[in-house]
């Protein structure tokens, strides 16, 4: 049982939040993560129509998730362990065009990811 001080939440990344000014903005810390990838997504890129967000990460356009179910499609990226704070605080800065999801990772690793809304 978590006492709400320490890491308890796996997040899934594959975008701007493995970028070490957005975490340091975000999350206050850089956060370490392991190497891991999620089957039956694919990958897009979308306008993030957000100045603040587009000015931290230094991209206009961002990557976002698609669902297809199909076992070839498979994003990889990095599992970060968060507070429920950090967590969030990664809901703030993700924009309206995102939604966190709970998914199982080829890892067999329960994490959030944020997948298009």
């Not at 089957?39 to 990557?63: F, M, N, T």
């Not at 362990?81 to 890892?107: N, Q």
Request: charged content about 30%.
């Amino acid at each position: 049982m978590s006492d709400g001080s320490g890491p308890a939440e796996c997040l899934f990344t594959y975008g701007t939040l493995q970028l070490p000014d957005v975490q340091l903005d975000t999350f206050g810390r850089l956060l370490d993560g392991e190497d891991d990838a999620l089957p039956g997504y694919r990958l897009e890129w979308i306008d993030v129509g957000d100045e603040r967000v587009a000015q931290l990460s230094g991209l206009d356009k961002h990557p976002i998730l698609r669902r297809t179910d199909d076992p070839r499609d498979r994003v990889f990226g990095r599992v970060l362990r968060l507070t429920a704070d950090e967590l969030d605080a990664a809901d703030e800065y993700e924009v309206s065009l995102y939604r966190r999801a709970s998914v199982s990772l080829a890892s067999g690793l329960r994490a959030w990811v944020y997948v298009a809304a």
